[in-house]
């Protein structure tokens, strides 16, 4: 259950002067939702973005079933199986849902460029996506284009897209940003169904909700880690109440 | 919103009878156009094939190049290459060798500007195409800067039959009987087959990629996509195709000059595309057809314009000498104007007519339903 999927090895950045994330070492196992929290510029994005290949690391490693993934490109990282939504809704607009979804699922076909093969012939790819935007409760919104659908649904669809590509490893910028009540108690569900059979990497905001759905917990601040630990164990430690959450948390 | 889509909207069967009426209208116009129209016509083929190969870059994967003429001019250089002397050479070889080497430069160009993008990546193949230009124009290579003539059409010889000459001729033959015009239709033939091709590459798995990329690089990337990669695939094939063009051209006009791969040539390109419409395989045909019906439109109405006001004494000029200098302000204006009024191109019209037909239909029919 806890074989540790992913693994970071003081793993740092730096932008010039600044260092943004510094000595990073944290494990993530399948099966458990590891809630990353921190104030504005923590570093947490940087993180996120280190693991998914987004950005180079300046030093440490990554290890991904062993295997040191620092310095691979974006794409190679999803080709090993991480998948990453991001904080900002970045679909593909212009496309309808399904579209953006089934392309999602045609990145893991093998093999040549797929220069002559309609998209039509490849009706496995379009069950795949319909079977991706049904977990996520968008089957509706198939033909849909993706700019015309609500914030909410682009979150979603963003969920959908992820999952699609079929990765073990999940990680998720701040998935609730934006979103209404009704929204965000769909998608905590969401999250805790995605538990088994991933590891999932949750930057969030909404305290709640992180408290409610993580298995783990880690708090960065000025791009180091300052604790990590159980839920339980988070509330009760005196460092990151001074630090961060602040005395009025004392009754939650 | 929806017609920023590229999604079916019930409207292609129109576009598609549109598509065969003027099919019908090249295939039929040598019998009725006179020589000097059917070699333009040819012409206008060559520009849609090369615009049409442009515009899988600009309008397809969201690449815009101003170094695309490199690729026409190093193919129509190389039918003279392949003919140094007076003997013909044959298509089957000159045509994929030709073709071949456009693509060859478009893999080497392609692989280091695509390092590049947005305005960094024009310039980049500004410079590229700019090269091409100076190796005709300034080195021992291009024979002359005021470019060359191609003594010999290679030979077309298909199926046993041995077609002396490929080109289009000048005159009718004696005795009324009309030239067989064979380039024009090999020129129809390798028109269609560029249609036919971008439109299975489009529908493919590859095909729909690149629209990603165009719509969102960066999320393209993060599905796993090595983005570069596909960028260059869709750069040569696009190199390929306009080195088609190029081979075409030399054929047709037996004279290249290294203009043919400069940068005004390229923006040539991109305006054609522009005027047809990015969002459609058959815009840039449109776009060619459009920007050289303009130019002789533009000079025919500046000869008119100025034969009258020399007729009231208002000018004193030569209505031909005027037709020939003044022309590129009247066609930049008209540009403008469309460009303004139709931002989708010519094909943009087209479409937006056929779903207004449809919908039109749709409509009385379902108050004919009413009534009843």
Known sequence: ?252 | MIGATTTDNGANGLVRLFLLVGLGVFALFPLVGSTFYVQLGTKVMVFAILAMSLNLLVGFTGLVSLGHAAFFGIAAYSVYFFTPGFTAASVWWTLPAAVGLAGLAALVIGALSLRTKGIFFLMVTLAFGQMVFFLFHDTPIGGSPDGVYVNAVPTFDALGIDLPELRDRYQLIEGGARAPFTLYYVTLACMLAVYAFLAVLLRSLFGHVIKGIRVNEHRMRALGYPVYGYKLASFVIAGLLGGLAGYLWAVQSLFVNPELAGWHMSAEILLMVILGGMGTIYGPILGALALEALRELAEIAIEYGVTASNAIGLTEMDPHRAATDYYLLVEGVVIIAIVIVLPRGLSGLIEDLAAYLRSGRRSAKGEAEQAT
């Open chain 1, 1 to 252: 259950m806890s074989e540790t999927l992913l693994r970071t090895d003081t793993l740092s950045k730096s932008f010039g002067g600044l260092r943004a994330v510094s000595d990073v070492s944290l494990e993530f196992p399948v099966g458990l939702l590891h809630a990353v929290i921190g104030p504005n510029g923590a570093g947490k994005t940087t993180l996120i973005n280190m693991l998914s290949g987004d950005l180079k690391p300046s030093s440490g490693a990554i290890y991904l079933n062993g295997e040191n993934i620092a310095g691979l490109r974006a794409d190679q990282v999803s080709k090993k199986g991480v998948g990453r939504s991001y904080q900002k809704t970045n679909i593909l607009a212009e496309m309808t849902a399904l579209e953006n979804v089934r392309l999602a699922a045609q990145s893991r076909v093998g093999g040549g460029l797929g220069l002559i093969t309609a998209v039509k012939r490849r009706g496995d790819l379009i069950d795949r996506a319909h079977a991706a935007l049904e977990r996520v409760g968008l089957r509706a919104a198939d033909d849909r284009p993706a700019s015309a659908l609500s914030h909410g649904e682009q979150r979603q669809l963003e969920i959908a897209m992820t999952l699609a590509t079929e990765p073990n490893v999940l990680l998720l910028d701040e998935p609730l940003a934006g979103m209404g009540p009704e929204e965000t108690e769909r998608m905590v569900a969401l999250l805790r169904s995605l538990v088994a059979g991933h590891a999932v990497v949750l930057v969030e905001h909404d305290m709640d909700v992180v408290f409610s759905v993580a298995d783990r917990l880690t708090v960065m601040v000025n791009g180091a880690v300052l604790e990590s630990g159980s839920p339980q164990a988070i509330r009760a430690s005196a460092v990151v109440r001074e630090a961060y959450l602040g005395e009025d948390e004392d009754d939650a």
